[in-house]
């Protein structure tokens, strides 16, 4: 199945769970239902949750979430860019599969770090049964189920970026725009794929009962489909569903709508995150000397 391919009836399979989770997470009547079946769905994921989430938030939390792998050769570069060009925001990461040593090592880097806001957690889960591309789609997927578990114990702005990003420049101003907001998604409505009308690399969540109820029902619905079989995208696709379920089913449900400056793989001077496509992160030179510096 080639990344264009996403079947009809899985996509409706997706829709439907959305609409499920959407209409039972709002009923009174059904409330004690609801409440089993998130339990059921996030078990495993708050079972094998270790670390801490940042204490105190002056500002907001940049959250970003991938392997050991992914991380060594790019999640460095995003934490370190965020800590010298958008200075005084908490820097969480999570870490799938996490091996012990690495968990040391983490644990001195946050010694290490003056500001003190770096903080990290990590899983036991075992996803080295996926092979190919499936590994992936896990991957992209599973981070918004922690990004939920980091919102529900932060209360506070919470910025999730694709770990292969590069900060460029403060993202203060961008936070303040947010302010009355409940979200920030990166929509690109034009586009004739479901899956593609969201681009994940960037998702603003506001400290807002709202807000936290739709990235709830975004976990909770990755959770179910994780243990089935993968798609391609199937974070933006839900993270889409559910945008269009809330947007229709809350009138007073703000979302401001991000921009390519928020993930930027053109690396223009006045965006705020530089994020390289495929394989353009390996070739792309600006890309890559943001990297070195």
């Known amino acids: 199945m080639g990344k264009k391919d996403f079947p009809w009836i899985p996509r409706q399979t997706v829709r439907l769970v959305c609409w499920l989770v959407f209409t039972l997470g709002r009923s009174q009547v059904f409330s004690s239902v609801f409440k089993l079946s998130k339990r059921a769905a996030l078990r495993r994921y708050r079972d094998s949750l270790g670390g801490g989430f940042p204490g105190e938030v002056q500002k907001g939390v940049l959250f970003l979430s991938c392997d050991e792998a992914y991380y060594r050769d790019f999640g460095t570069h995003l934490v370190n860019s965020a800590l010298r060009n958008s200075p005084g925001f908490n820097i969480h990461l999570?870490?799938?599969?996490?091996?012990?040593?690495?968990?040391?090592?983490?644990?001195?880097?946050?010694?290490?770090?003056?500001t003190g806001l770096f903080s990290y957690s990590w899983d036991t889960l075992d996803f080295e049964s996926l092979s190919g591309a499936r590994r992936w789609y896990y991957l992209a997927s599973v981070r918004f189920v922690r990004l939920y578990q980091l919102v529900h114990a932060c209360n506070a702005p919470v910025l999730s970026l694709d770990a292969d990003g590069v900060v460029v420049k403060s993202l203060d101003a961008k936070f303040a725009e947010m302010v009355a907001q409940d979200a920030g998604i990166y929509l690109r409505l034009d586009n004739t794929l479901d899956w593609r009308k969201v681009l994940a690399s960037a998702l603003f969540i506001m400290p807002t009962a709202r807000a936290e109820r739709y990235i709830r029902d975004v976990a909770i619905v990755i959770a179910w489909l994780l243990k089935g079989k993968l798609y391609y995208h199937i974070d933006q696709l839900v993270i889409y569903y559910m945008w269009r379920f809330y947007t229709t089913g809350e009138s007073d449900f703000r979302v401001a709508q991000l921009s390519q400056e928020m993930a930027d793989w053109e690396c223009r001077e006045d965006s705020y995150v530089w994020s390289a496509k495929g394989e353009r992160k390996y070739l792309n030179q600006e890309f890559l000397q943001a990297l070195e510096s």
């Open 94 to 114: 999570h870490v799938n599969n996490s091996s012990d040593d690495f968990r040391q090592e983490l644990g001195r880097f946050a010694a290490q770090e003056a």
